[in-house]
């Protein structure tokens, strides 16, 4: 299935329907201080997909996050949201074959999120999937 191109008019539709992102602003300038205004743009896109009924995650596609940022290099892509999860703004719980990633936002305001301290405890504990841990 190819994705459409996001476009101004796509964008306007979104808006016209109430859909909006709440994000703080000192997250944003943390994340451009420490990653860059790029990250700090597909953070706030992955914030746009957040679930609030399921522990305030999100599970776009790779392919999906990749047109609505923006970015044809599947590297710089994979480079931005190493960055974000190194700097502990996402976690991630790698998708199994053909299943979306999950993203947590473990530093997100609390007024914004539902998340139980032991929900963050969970979510503090999540691993990605990688060439020596195949199995998690």
């Known amino acids: 299935m190819k994705l459409q191109k996001v476009t101004h008019q796509i964008i ?3 808006i ?3 859909n909006f992102t709440k994000c703080e602003n000192n997250i ?3 994340i451009i201080l420490d990653c860059g205004m790029a990250c700090a743009e597909l953070y706030n896109i992955l914030l746009s997909y957040k679930n609030e009924k ?3 995650s999100c599970y776009p596609s790779n392919s999906c996050l990749m ?3 923006n ?3 599947k590297a710089t892509f994979v480079t931005y949201i190493k960055k974000l999860e190194t700097f502990g703004y996402i976690k991630i719980k790698s998708g199994g074959k053909n299943t979306s990633n999950r993203y947590f936002f473990p530093k997100a305001d609390l007024s914004i999120t539902h998340y139980t301290k032991d929900e963050i405890a969970y979510i ?3 691993k990605r999937r990688n060439s020596s841990n195949k199995n998690i």
Do not use: A, F, M, P
């Open 54 to 56: 399921q522990y305030d």
């Open 124 to 126: 503090n504990t999540l």
């Open 67 to 69: 047109t609505d940022c």
């Open 71 to 73: 970015i044809s290099s």
């Open 28 to 30: 944003n300038r943390h």
């Open 16 to 18: 016209t329907k109430g």
């Open 12 to 14: 306007d539709q979104d």
